[in-house]
């Protein structure tokens, strides 16, 4: 790597040679480490246009857009949605859905041009926005996957990006008994309560769907099973005669046996004797497929429970939402006594480490000799 300053500037100059024909510009920096960072974008780009010459070039925007488009219908397409309009360089109003400016990447930016600097300078402006690094690293993440998919498909990419490491702290938020119970309150079917019409004036496409809400989160915080897993579970992965799931999860591709609790098991059998002739799925849409990302009821419910108030929220550290479900179901058997291993086995985790988020949680043993210790001193 040749790098070198001029005496009329304080900014870095790269130089290179390739198949006989050099190289040399301004980096537009005075930091050298950039620098280095810019010289090899440029020999990769010089290498992409000799030997790469034949493959097909894409505009960030159409590539992110052929992305979602082959996901529709999945959990995260929304938010995926969400973060395209942001890039774009426009969000919208939560209630007005009034247009928002924001910083965006250029239109006709092609993902072979695409450099660090770019990812940079977005991370830079998200942050001046307001942006918490969790929300951010969800952006870099996406055109980060729409970078390696459209490189296996033999479009032109630079992979020499640098893409930054943003450290995201939060408290681990999830449900004591009787916030539990009081969100299944909430979604009790025969529950008489403001909004809900009565039992007997109800269509029987409105008795399935509460019914098919409270089921739900109940299987949720039961199994700590992933929302997806459960919404779109097969009858043939129920055996109610052995009282066991055989649970395949896409999202880390694995697969595992678990075991029904007591509730769960009366749930299955109810709703195996009330299902429709030749239903495949444990629940389902009105067409009678698979359930899909179906969740407002379930956060309206989250709400009257007064789960998410002001008060809850700074208490408690976060809001509710429906993987909160999935930190409660390990937070209960953490704090019983499972090892990290086991509740990782349990909820299916590719990489071990993901289950120290409730190493806190477990038994403190030391915490109880301290108090005995200092109370025998003050005796």
Known sequence: MALHKRKNSS??????????????????????????????EMRTKVHSQTYLGEAESIKLHDALQKYIDVRKGSSYHKGMCSIIRKISGHKLHPKTLIKIPCYGLAADLRLHDLQTKDI???????????????????????????????????????????????????????????????LLRELDPEAIRSGVKSMESRTTEMNRNLRDNYDL????????????????????????????????????????????????QRILKRRFSDRRSGSRYVFENKEGQQRGYCVQAIRKAIDRAGLNSLEAIKEKGGKV???????????????????????????????????????????NDASKIAVKIIDLLQT
């Open 120 to 182: 940079e300078r977005l991370v830079q402006h998200r942050k001046q926005e307001g942006d918490s690094n969790a929300t951010i690293k969800h952006e870099i993440g996406l055109i980060r996957s729409v970078m390696n998919e459209f490189s296996k498909l033999g479009y032109k990419v630079n992979r020499e990006i640098i893409f930054p490491t943003l450290k995201t702290v939060y408290r681990l938020r999830y449900l004591d008994f009787i916030e539990e119970e009081a």
């Open 11 to 40: 900014n870095w100059y790269f130089q290179f040679q390739h198949r006989g024909k050099q190289y040399t510009a301004s980096t537009g920096t005075s930091n050298r480490t950039a620098a280095l960072k810019v010289e090899r």
């Open 321 to 363: 939402t429906i993987h909160t479900l999935r930190h409660s179901f390990a937070s209960k058997l953490v704090k019983n006594g499972v090892s990290l291993f086991q509740v990782s086995t349990l909820l299916g985790h590719s990489d071990p480490k993901m289950t120290q988020r409730y190493a806190h949680l477990a038994p």
């Open 217 to 264: 989160v109940a299987f949720l915080l039961d199994t700590g099973c992933r929302y997806s897993e459960v919404a779109n579970i097969p009858w043939s992965a129920i055996n109610l005669e052995a009282g066991t799931i055989n649970l395949y999860r896409t999202k880390v591709n694995n697969e595992d046996v678990l075991h029904l609790s007591s509730r769960l």
